[in-house]
């Protein structure tokens, strides 16, 4: 994880900024700072903790043991963690914290994608599957050419979070062709929902988080865990796995 080498970077800073004639000593004296050297020093102590705050919400963090753990380093003490375990117990509580700030977005986004779907299935132009996939149909295509799980389907599609943010979309680009029946291809949601389509036909699908990604955030993805999504998908054409179109 980058951010947790925030404190190894302003330790080195901090270090190689102190004189090296300073006394050591073994208490730290809490006075305003009035020289430059200790308007520096503490200028680094605020940008941390603030970050620390801001970015990682670290509330309940020890001020008094982040001190002690500079002084310690910077007067060259004999340190309480060894070094190389100071890592290690970085990445833990980060992870820890990460995972406890991840479940309690999830769940508010659970709670609104719930909400949003109890209200949209009284529309009378949206239908819902077993599965709870909600879906309307935009347009008919004339083909009656069904996709089919054996199928390569080539689509266009725009891809929202139920606020209208646009997180993904092919318009003006080239659609996007993959197996249906990849394990891996996209969502659930999604491939239940293309299954009902034929060539030509465009339909929206709202997509609960149990057919999408669930209660996590896919890697350097804008989705917040939890989230329903909403598609709107038009299906372009149909191949089979030799890339022979139908």
């Given at each position: ?61 020890d001020g ?33 914290l ?22 949209n299935?009284k529309r ?13 149909i ?24 139920i ?34 389509m ?11 988080a149990k ?18 999504l ?17």
């Amino acid at each position: 994880m980058k951010t947790l080498k925030i404190l190894p970077i302003c330790l080195f800073i901090l270090i190689s900024s102190c004189s090296q004639n300073q006394q050591k000593e073994k208490k730290v004296n809490y006075t305003s700072p009035e020289t430059q050297l200790e308007k520096f020093s503490y200028s680094i102590g605020v940008n941390i903790a603030t970050s620390m705050k801001e970015k990682h919400k670290l509330n309940e963090i020890d001020g008094q043991s982040v001190a002690k753990g500079f002084h310690d380093v910077v007067y060259d003490l004999p340190l309480d963690i060894k070094l190389l375990d100071t890592d290690s117990i970085l990445n833990e509580y980060f992870y820890q914290l990460l995972e406890e700030q991840n479940y309690e977005q999830a769940a508010e986004a659970l709670k609104l994608g719930e909400e949003f779907l109890e209200e949209n299935a009284k529309r009378d132009e949206v239908k819902i599957t077993e599965t709870g996939l909600q879906y309307e149909i935009l347009k008919l295509g004339l083909t009656g050419l069904k996709a089919k799980k054996e199928n390569v389907v080539t689509i266009h599609y725009q891809a929202s979070l139920i606020n209208g943010d646009v997180y993904d979309s092919s318009i003006n680009k080239e659609p996007v062709s993959f197996p249906l029946n990849a394990p891996n291809g996209t969502i659930k949601g999604l491939h239940e929902g293309i299954e009902l389509m034929s060539v030509g036909d465009q339909y929206r699908f709202y997509i609960p988080a149990k057919l999408a990604y669930g209660n996590t955030s896919p890697e350097g993805s804008p989705i917040p865990a939890g989230s329903t999504l909403i598609f709107v998908v038009e299906l372009v054409k149909l191949s089979d796995l030799q890339g022979n179109q139908l």
